[in-house]
């Protein structure tokens, strides 16, 4: 893999913005495509313009996580979100997270570890090097977005609070900020937001710690200043705005599997053979991607990663594991 070099002028500084995001998006595809040899090269760093306001948070592109599939306009990424702190509409979020404070941040990380701590949020980002990875979202409501996130596996953090012998469960807890976040009012879902992984689930590589999106910090609609990204699950398991990450040896309860226990399952993972109960999820749209007569996509087991984290599961019937 190339190497990022600080002292290198940055892509930003040298091609007018348009021109490299269009590159980096051409690389992206090329790659993929077994033709990345010859633009090898160009593919060192990804650096993003600041023309949204956002700090660049520069990273090292990860090839081994690249999709052919063309990402979703940064626009679309940061205006249709679904946080429901901030309140049920896609525009909610982007109108009012603005308002929420991430400066000062920490993250406990507690329960059945060694080594428990408190790590403040430029220790967080000064614990690995940051890389980027194209990842499918698909939210369980129907719709999927393509996104360059920049963070690092979460496993590098979980081991180094050294998990214990009865390390089984890894749950995060979300902030609750009641002066600027007036979905907290609403009875709609168990608060704080909580989510859940079982510990293969969360120490495989593509459980990503993330920190930014398309080079830059994230917005706080997405989640800032750090929240979870699963790509092989249902959105709802990659928790955004993240306080606390607790190891557990029972199964913990996420928001979602308290409220409607008969539609949300522990593990959503993204199976279009299984139904929601008011719904199929056998296809899927593709936001930022045509208008309202493109057809549908077709949802890919476990969202395309059924390579890599399909064996995770072997043996289990997913339809009652859903
Ligand atoms: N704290 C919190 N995290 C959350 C949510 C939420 O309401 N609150 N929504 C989830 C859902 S349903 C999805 S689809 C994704 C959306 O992430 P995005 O807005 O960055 O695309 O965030 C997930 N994380
Ligand atoms: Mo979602």
Same mark, same amino acid.
């Given at each position: +893999?190339?190497?990022?070099?600080?002292?290198?002028?940055?892509?930003?500084?040298?091609?007018?913005?348009?021109?490299?995001?269009?590159?980096?998006?051409?690389?992206?595809?090329?790659?993929?495509?077994?033709?990345?040899?010859?633009?090898?090269?160009?593919?060192?760093?990804?650096?993003?313009? &600041?023309?949204?306001?956002? !700090?660049? #948070?520069?990273?090292?592109?990860?090839?081994?996580?690249?999709? +052919?599939?063309?990402?979703?306009?940064?626009?679309? $990424? &940061?205006?249709?979100? /679904?946080?429901?702190?901030?309140?049920?509409?896609?525009?909610?979020?982007?109108?009012?997270?603005?308002?929420?404070?991430?400066?000062?941040?920490? $993250?406990?990380?507690?329960?059945?570890?060694? %080594?428990?701590?408190?790590?403040? #949020?430029?220790?967080?980002?000064?614990?690995?090097? +940051?890389?980027?990875?194209?990842? !499918?979202?698909?939210?369980?409501?129907?719709?999927?977005? $393509?996104?360059?996130?920049?963070?690092?596996?979460?496993?590098?953090?979980?081991?180094?609070?050294?998990?214990?012998?009865?390390? %089984?469960?890894?749950?995060?807890?979300?902030? +609750?900020?009641?002066?600027?976040?007036?979905?907290?009012?609403?009875?709609? #879902?168990?608060?704080?937001?909580?989510?859940?992984? !079982?510990?293969?689930?969360?120490?495989?590589?593509?459980?990503?710690? &993330?920190?930014?999106?398309?080079? %830059?910090?994230?917005?706080?609609?997405?989640?800032?200043?750090?929240?979870?990204? $699963?790509?092989?699950?249902?959105?709802?398991?990659?928790? %955004?705005?993240?306080?606390?990450?607790?190891?557990?040896?029972?199964?913990?309860?996420?928001?979602?599997?308290?409220?409607?226990?008969?539609?949300?399952?522990?593990?959503? /993972?993204? /199976?279009?053979?299984?139904?929601?109960?008011?719904?199929?999820?056998?296809?899927?749209?593709?936001?930022?991607?045509?208008?309202?007569?493109?057809?549908?996509?077709?949802?890919?087991?476990?969202?395309?990663?059924?390579?890599?984290?399909?064996?995770?599961?072997?043996?289990?019937?997913?339809?009652?594991?859903?």
């Amino acid at each position: +893999m190339a190497s990022y070099r600080f002292n290198q002028p940055k892509p930003s500084e040298i091609t007018p913005e348009e021109v490299w995001v269009n590159r980096r998006r051409f690389i992206s595809a090329g790659v993929a495509a077994g033709a990345g040899v010859a633009l090898a090269g160009l593919a060192d760093v990804s650096v993003a313009n &600041t023309s949204a306001g956002g !700090r660049d #948070l520069p990273a090292q592109v990860n090839r081994d996580y690249l999709l +052919m599939d063309a990402t979703t306009p940064e626009k679309d $990424v &940061t205006s249709y979100n /679904n946080f429901y702190e901030f309140g049920l509409d896609k525009s909610d979020p982007s109108r009012y997270a603005g308002k929420m404070v991430t400066d000062p941040w920490s $993250v406990r990380v507690e329960g059945e570890v060694g %080594k428990p701590g408190t790590f403040g #949020l430029e220790e967080l980002l000064a614990l690995e090097p +940051m890389q980027e990875r194209v990842y !499918r979202l698909r939210c369980v409501e129907g719709w999927s977005m $393509v996104i360059p996130w920049v963070g690092y596996s979460l496993a590098s953090l979980l081991k180094k609070v050294e998990p214990t012998g009865n390390a %089984k469960y890894v749950e995060f807890v979300t902030d +609750m900020q009641p002066d600027v976040m007036p979905g907290l009012r609403s009875r709609v #879902l168990e608060w704080p937001y909580r989510e859940a992984l !079982r510990m293969d689930e969360a120490m495989h590589p593509l459980t990503l710690l &993330t920190f930014g999106l398309y080079g %830059k910090v994230l917005p706080n609609q997405n989640g800032a200043p750090v929240r979870l990204v $699963v790509p092989w699950k249902y959105g709802f398991k990659s928790a %955004k705005s993240i306080v606390a990450i607790r190891v557990t040896e029972q199964q913990p309860t996420p928001s979602w599997v308290a409220v409607a226990p008969q539609e949300y399952g522990f593990y959503a /993972n993204v /199976n279009p053979e299984v139904r929601h109960p008011r719904w199929s999820q056998a296809t899927e749209r593709r936001i930022g991607e045509g208008g309202f007569f493109t057809p549908r996509r077709p949802t890919l087991m476990f969202n395309g990663y059924a390579d890599q984290v399909a064996s995770l599961y072997s043996g289990m019937d997913l339809a009652k594991n859903y």
